[in-house]
């Protein structure tokens, strides 16, 4: 079966959405999504776009995507590429699709001359683990990841002790 992988256009918005809750929902997690079909048109048609994005197919039949931005590592001194999902429609596992969206966002960070290429895993999905490990991937131990989510932001914000006219914009 022929794999092609191509950068996501904006009309493949409602597509990429599905996949996003299907990824979701095996991730336990479809309350979650918050994005819409909609959003995502919007934001690929955006000049700059807050993610860039492959979608992998099959025999011209969406079967994947990889999703990731850059961010800047301060002690590398450059430019990092971050995976934030990655997924592969049940039907089209086993056919090394992964693989081929891992080998396109290497090349991409190589091309963008990143040092490093890291994402995260959650501790419980064995199969995407496996995965990883298999491309030489090796987990980075000793951190721990933290998150502020919209409330909690605002919550800093106009809730904290620290209250500095110097800071407060």
Known sequence: MPVRIRPAEPQDALELHQMITELASYERAEECVKVTAYDLEKQLRDVNTPFDCAIAEIDGKVAGFALWFYAYSTWEGARTLYLEDL?????????????????????????????????????????????????????????????????RINELLNGSGYKSKEFAR
């Not at 596992?93 to 001359?113: F, I, P, S, V, Y």
């Open 87 to 151: 997924f592969v429609r049940p039907e089209f596992r086993g056919a090394h699709l992964g693989e081929a969206l891992m080998h396109h966002l290497a090349r991409t960070a190589q091309q963008k001359q990143c040092r490093r290429f890291e994402w995260s895993v959650l501790d419980w999905n064995e199969p995407a683990i496996g995965f990883y490990e298999r491309l030489g991937a090796q987990p980075l131990s000793g951190w721990t990841r933290y998150r502020l989510e919209d409330g």
